[in-house]
């Protein structure tokens, strides 16, 4: 290959497509949904709030990016069901997933669970006008990311070459908030430009429709810098640039960057951590319910519970920021953390 090798991002891009496309991700790393049933019931009971905040839409489109072995969807679909009818009568059910070994996975989860059809999509772009409400968890981490290394006045991109990083003069995004002077010589600062092009397709479809929307990835909510890159690959941390296509590839999520990017006019809720917002939507009352339903499964299913919420599990880890336009009231969860108009908003419609 010739010059300074492949950008990171080609080559993340490159490696999580043929990874999806060959391999069983579930094999290696385990997702909120897969521990506990609580987690999609809860993301459910958010959805028919949120529908009756919209002055309840029917139809309306549900639509979940990055939606993984379907699991979170199947259980949100029951929840409706038993306990919001004239919700899952009204929902409209839409996939954003490339894979097409993944669409059967999630087809076959789904089968069941919904008495809608359900429609697939490479992209937001493909799901029908009208009002909507979107989940997505553990979506943005696996977008591909460009990593910049501080030199004096400047930057150096890092570029992938023969399994190693190379260094190589490159524009800088010219709209990325950081400052040169907050970020120490010689250290990496990470962008995303795919995870920023969904937000602000995200948020210009709610300046056209009511709508809300919940992001849960792992990640930070304040200017940071530092090399967040990783690998798992048979379940145990791997070198991300060897083997390219055997391993998933993930990095954090900038969620500023992310508020920094919505249309104004938009309303953006938190980010809060993943533990303050399942406990805010009564995950101890429904951890209750199953366990006196279930006491011989009673410790399991609290452990499962705790390992979402935990500090020092996946209850800090995971931050969840949430969007809305035409909404009745606050977006559930968030306990009026709306951030302040134009704070740190970079955006435009």
């Not at 990835?217 to 379940?235: F, K, N, T, V």
């Not at 900038?254 to 990017?261: E, N």
């Not at 406990?279 to 499964?297: D, F, K, N, T």
Request: proline share 7%; aromatic share 8%; with cysteine.
């Amino acid at each position: 290959m010739s010059g300074p090798g492949e950008r990171l991002d080609h080559f993340m891009a490159r490696a999580n497509a043929a990874y999806y496309a060959g391999c069983d991700p579930f094999a290696d790393f385990i997702t909120a949904p897969e521990i506990s049933q609580v987690f999609g019931e809860l993301l459910g009971a958010w959805v028919a709030v949120a529908w009756g905040q919209l002055g309840r839409p029917d139809p309306f489109m549900l639509v979940e990016a990055g939606p993984g072995r379907g699991t979170l969807m199947a259980d949100a679909q029951r929840l409706l069901r038993r306990v919001a009818p004239a919700c899952h009568k009204a929902v409209r059910v839409h996939l954003i997933e490339t894979s097409p070994r993944l669409r059967g996975v999630q087809a076959h989860a789904l089968h069941d669970a919904t008495a809608v059809p359900v429609c697939w999509h490479g992209d937001l772009s493909g799901v029908p006008d009208g009002p909507m409400v979107l989940l997505a968890n553990e979506f943005l981490d696996a977008l591909p990311i460009r990593q910049f290394v501080r030199r004096g006045q400047g930057w150096l991109e890092r570029f992938v070459h023969d399994g190693a990083f190379m260094l190589a003069a490159s524009d800088f995004p010219a709209d990325h908030p950081a400052s040169i002077r907050s970020v120490p010589e010689g250290d990496v600062l990470e962008t995303c430009q795919p995870a920023l092009d969904f937000i602000h397709a995200l948020g210009t479809r709610l300046l056209r429709w009511p709508g809300a929307a919940v992001l849960i990835d792992y990640g930070y909510d304040a200017p940071a810098c530092g090399d967040s890159l990783q690998a798992l690959r048979d379940g145990r941390p791997a070198d991300p640039l060897l083997d390219a296509g055997s391993a998933d590839l993930t990095a954090h999520v900038d969620f500023r960057a992310i508020a920094d990017h919505v249309p104004r006019g938009v309303d953006v809720w938190g980010s809060v951590t993943q533990g303050d917002f399942l406990s805010a939507l009564g995950l101890a009352a429904r951890v209750g319910q199953l366990a006196r339903a279930a006491p011989a499964q009673a410790d399991e299913i609290r452990a499962a519970a705790m390992r979402l919420v935990a500090p020092d599990r996946m209850g800090q880890l995971f931050r969840v920021m949430g969007f809305s336009s035409g909404l009745a009231g606050d977006l559930p969860g968030f306990a009026g953390r709306r951030a302040a108009d134009g704070a740190g908003r970079g955006g435009t419609p």
